[in-house]
């Protein structure tokens, strides 16, 4: 019997996915989840918004809000995401000026935002609509806000690629997933997925008027960029 393929949605995970995320990318727990909240101190402005696009759980805007809340009053956080299973995960972190929303962000009205986070997400969005993202996260900037974005991204040549490639595989092994499983996501995210090479994003951000850009954290094949305005 011919496999019928379902396209792959971490909100068929929800419930499980932190544990997820966490044991897919290296470096995600101990290393891009504290670096965005550490640079979040840095550009969270008084009076501003702060969105996470993308938000899943809500779990790195709920860490956003606690270090910054006290410090920068009359800032309003706010999560997005397009996946209706997600919503359960949302409540426990609700606060009077902490909000999640179910939306697309390509429809989105992004507005007076001091810092923006997008991690995992634009290698999501189709390929046509990912400049004309980038462009409304950008104006909606505040001057000296930042864009903190982190994607997962194909190596400069094949050769990388492919040794790359298999030092991933072996570490996904290694943290307990099957050959049947890794196979299987695969398979899922042909056609869903479409991602850049470093060098690439570096341009597509710089195109959406990020003059000053740099990355502050990497895994193999994700990275994470500090854009500013």
């Not at 409540?91 to 989105?108: P, Q, V």
């Not at 049947?180 to 056609?191: M, S, T, V």
């Not at 951000?205 to 500090?226: C, H, I, M, P, T």
């Amino acid at each position: 019997m011919t496999r019928v393929k379902e396209d792959f949605s971490f909100g068929k995970m929800a419930l499980g996915f932190r544990r997820h995320i966490e044991a897919s990318i290296p470096g995600y727990k101990t290393g891009l989840i504290p670096d965005c909240v550490s640079q979040s101190e840095r550009f969270v402005q008084p009076g501003t918004n702060v969105y996470d696009v993308g938000c899943t759980t809500g779990h790195l805007l709920a860490r956003i809000r606690r270090v910054n809340n006290k410090a920068r009053p009359n800032v309003n956080y706010v999560g997005i995401d397009i996946e209706p299973n997600f919503i359960g995960s949302w409540d426990k972190h609700r606060r009077l000026n902490m909000r999640f929303e179910l939306h697309d962000a390509r429809a989105y009205k992004f507005e007076r935002a001091s810092a923006i986070f997008s991690l995992f997400t634009v290698q999501f969005i189709p390929p046509v609509d990912k400049a004309a993202l980038l462009d409304r996260l950008y104006a909606s900037l505040v001057e000296g806000g930042a864009l903190i974005i982190a994607e997962k991204t194909l190596a400069e040549t094949p050769r990388l690629q492919e040794a790359l490639n298999s030092q991933y595989l072996d570490y996904k092994r290694r943290v307990g997933f099957t050959s049947e499983q890794i196979l299987d996501k695969d398979r899922a995210l042909h056609g869903q997925m479409t991602t850049w090479t470093e060098s690439e994003l570096r341009e597509a951000l710089q195109k959406a008027g990020f003059r000053e850009l740099n990355s502050f954290w990497k895994g193999l094949f994700f990275v994470g960029y500090l854009a500013l305005k």
